[in-house]
């Protein structure tokens, strides 16, 4: 089995692609071990010292790493990864809740939240994917459109020029209802 890493814009975020899938259209975000009972797989990345979080994709995982190096951290997720795949045991034994849970909008706002969650899933989903990441759409309440960061978009440096110079610019131009993007802790 040959795991391919990539960086991402996160510098405390590495992203491990095991060459299949992981968790396919579903995504899930463990912060801590105490998160990742539901997930072999986290559960085995967070038995290595200085794993802080883990973020299962499509067909990645997104390691963060507290206050160890990557030289040194690197060789034990790949080593971990390796022996989830190779044990033959699930990513996740039990489903993430589902999503939508939460959120929030005006029900006269509903066609205007409809095009905002197309957009999010076929423009930016997808790219934000690529960098080991997730967002979901929160909320919308007067013009504001609240979304949740997750894997390595969550304590991103550029995550603010992500949301204000890319995901606005985008809803604004096809949503006009849009006036602004705000991020939610989860």
């Known amino acids: 089995m040959f795991i391919q890493t990539e960086t991402t814009p996160n510098p405390a975020s590495l992203k491990?692609?095991?060459?299949?899938?992981?968790?396919?259209?579903?995504?899930?975000?463990?912060?801590?071990?105490?998160?990742a009972g539901?997930?072999?797989l986290a559960t085995r990345l967070f038995a290595v010292p200085g794993v802080a979080g883990v973020f299962l994709g499509?067909?990645?995982v997104t390691v963060t790493r507290g206050d160890v190096e990557w030289q040194h951290l690197k060789p034990a997720v790949l080593g971990?990864?390796?022996e989830h795949f190779l044990s033959g045991m699930p990513a996740?034994?039990?489903p993430q809740e589902a999503g939508g849970e939460?959120?929030?909008?005006?029900?006269e706002d509903a066609d205007t939240v409809a095009a905002i969650k197309e957009?999010?899933?076929t423009r930016v989903r997808p790219a934000v994917a690529q960098d080991g990441g997730d967002i979901t759409f929160q909320g919308f309440r007067d013009g504001v459109v609240f979304l949740n960061m997750r894997g390595s978009c969550a304590g991103c440096p550029s995550s603010t020029a992500t949301l204000k110079h890319g995901i606005e610019n985008l809803l604004r131009h096809f949503v006009p209802e849009?006036?602004?993007?705000q991020a939610v802790p989860l």
Do not use: C, N, W
């Open 16 to 35: 491990f692609l095991p060459g299949r899938v992981v968790l396919g259209p579903d995504t899930a975000e463990f912060r801590d071990a105490s998160e």
């Open 38 to 40: 539901a997930s072999p």
């Open 58 to 60: 499509d067909d990645f």
């Open 80 to 82: 971990a990864i390796m």
């Open 92 to 94: 996740m034994e039990k």
């Open 102 to 107: 939460g959120e929030f909008f005006a029900e």
């Open 119 to 121: 957009l999010i899933e």
């Open 178 to 181: 849009v006036q602004e993007i």
